[in-house]
């Protein structure tokens, strides 16, 4: 895959993530203005289940091909979650950070939802680049939304919204307009945003070379397979400032105890 081709896969998943996120395109707008329209995603979270049909070299296979390397593992085990991210060495190409349910660690009533689900979804779907924003491809009832919620939220999101960037990442280290997190953060505030606090609004520090913060997902009308639909959780908008290695370099990995916080941007609230 071509530069040119992974641009507009990434542009593509940005056009797809704003469809669930108006916060992002006002917050974007917001920064734009500020730093002569140039924005730099810092990293993408993409969300799946470890079944082999749509496990995570499933959903990084595009991004492998165009030049992208594994940078990191990562392990949620309060959440039954593993994640790896992956990084090109163009820097303004966002990292992509997978993460995949450990669906086995569920009840067994959850994994036959599970693989419900994905047993709806072909190999041909999957096989395209496309597929990690093609939203959800099977059908799920409420019934199976409420259930999967009562053991995993991870599990309800993917469940009702499918494959599409959970989130985008705006990188404070780009940013002309603010050095800081804690600027930024009181920015946001000021302009009516609501910040994930889970944790204090941030997560890290200097010390792991990585600050994290984030808004709270925003709610979405959703329509399940039985006709009912519910009030829930979409997307929401990071932001993140990396610290020099010894070495002079930029972090580029990621903090498990901060990104355990993060996924709480989509809890129901």
């Given at each position: ?92 190409l966002p ?98 945003y609501t ?75």
């Open positions: 895959m071509t530069n040119n081709k992974i641009n507009t896969l990434l542009e593509a998943m940005w056009q797809n993530y704003l469809e669930l996120t108006p916060d992002a395109r006002s917050i974007h707008d917001l920064f734009a203005e500020q730093n002569d329209s140039v924005i730099i995603n810092d990293h993408i979270a993409l969300r799946t289940f470890n079944l082999d049909k749509v496990n995570i070299n499933k959903i990084a296979r595009p991004f492998l091909e165009a030049g992208y390397v594994e940078g990191g593992q990562y392990e949620f085990p309060n959440r039954n979650l593993v994640a790896r991210h992956f990084q090109h060495e163009d820097d303004t990292k992509v950070f997978i993460s995949e349910l450990l669906v086995e660690k569920l009840s067994t009533g959850a994994q036959t939802i599970i693989h419900r689900l994905v047993d709806q979804v072909s190999h041909d779907q999957v096989s395209k680049d496309e597929f990690c924003f093609s939203g959800r491809n099977w059908q799920v009832t409420s019934t199976e939304y409420e259930t999967l919620l009562s053991e995993s939220e991870y599990a309800a999101w993917v469940s009702a919204f499918g494959y599409r960037p959970n989130h985008f990442t705006v990188s404070i280290n780009h940013l002309s307009s603010h050095q800081n997190i804690q600027n930024l953060n009181q920015d946001l505030v000021d302009s009516g910040l994930n606090a889970s944790g204090g609004e941030i997560k890290g520090s200097p010390k792991v070379l990585l600050e994290q913060s984030s808004t709270m997902a925003g709610k979405v009308t959703v329509t399940f397979s039985d006709g009912l639909s519910l009030n829930i959780p979409s997307c929401f908008y990071e932001f993140a400032k990396r610290y020099p290695m010894a070495n002079g370099e930029l972090y580029h990995g990621f903090v498990a105890a901060s990104a355990d916080k993060i996924f709480e941007s989509t809890d129901q609230h």
